[in-house]
């Protein structure tokens, strides 16, 4: 029987249109090449561990297009522009709290995400806990995380549903013993869970 649900942050409960985000701020030229060299890379991911200095994490952007050292920086700085808060997220977590169920957050983030945007985060007091992998040093799917996660708040995998817009990640958690649900709509992301709930 799920007890606890847990939600992925970025494109789950809240918006993350970093692609919409770059083609508004620059011309398509321009806008090819911040996104590879931000996006491209894996040097984004740094950020989400946790460990390699901002500071180093932007010269390995600008080390792909150093000519665009300026527009990659600029572009950098300002992604809070690409986040947004879901009306839906806050409605969605009292619902289900109030029917019973343990709620967490397991995300992929990083302490520059929290530092710029904090406001989007404004759900996390309607939920039991969570981990942000920039605080522990693990990413999705490694399994690591979501035994810290379970070791942290004592839960069981096989009474966990967990929601996800990443296939490997969901993949990741189905392979330690929970229940996942590839997130692309709410809409859509709220029927499967009823129906694992039911």
């Known amino acids: 029987m799920v007890k606890n649900i847990i939600f992925d942050i970025g494109k789950v409960l809240v918006g993350f249109n970093w692609q919409g985000y770059i083609r508004e701020r620059y011309d398509e030229e321009t806008a090819a090449i911040i996104r590879k060299a931000i996006w491209g890379?894996?040097?984004?991911?740094?950020?989400?561990?946790?460990?390699?200095?901002?500071?180093?994490?932007?010269?390995?952007?600008?080390?792909?297009?150093?000519?665009?050292?300026?527009?990659?920086?600029?572009?950098?700085?300002?992604?809070?522009?690409?986040?947004?808060?879901?009306?839906?997220?806050?409605?969605?977590?009292?619902?289900?709290?109030?029917?019973?169920?343990?709620?967490?957050?397991?995300?992929?983030?990083?302490?520059?995400?929290?530092?710029?945007?904090?406001?989007?985060?404004?759900?996390?007091?309607?939920?039991?806990?969570?981990?942000?992998?920039?605080?522990?040093h693990i990413l999705k799917p490694d399994a690591a995380i979501y035994d810290t996660l379970c070791k942290k708040y004592d839960l069981k995998p096989e009474e966990c549903v967990f929601m996800d817009d990443r296939p490997d990640n969901i993949a990741g958690a189905i392979a330690f013993g929970m229940q996942g649900i590839v997130f692309e709509t709410k809409e859509q992301a709220e029927k499967e869970l009823e129906a694992i709930l039911r």
């Open 41 to 136: 890379h894996g040097y984004w991911h740094q950020l989400d561990y946790g460990v390699m200095p901002e500071e180093e994490i932007i010269q390995n952007f600008v080390r792909f297009a150093p000519e665009y050292e300026q527009q990659i920086r600029d572009g950098f700085l300002n992604t809070g522009d690409c986040m947004s808060r879901l009306d839906y997220a806050i409605p969605w977590l009292k619902e289900l709290k109030a029917r019973g169920y343990n709620l967490y957050f397991l995300s992929n983030y990083s302490k520059f995400l929290i530092r710029i945007r904090p406001d989007v985060l404004d759900f996390i007091p309607y939920m039991d806990g969570g981990i942000f992998s920039c605080d522990i």
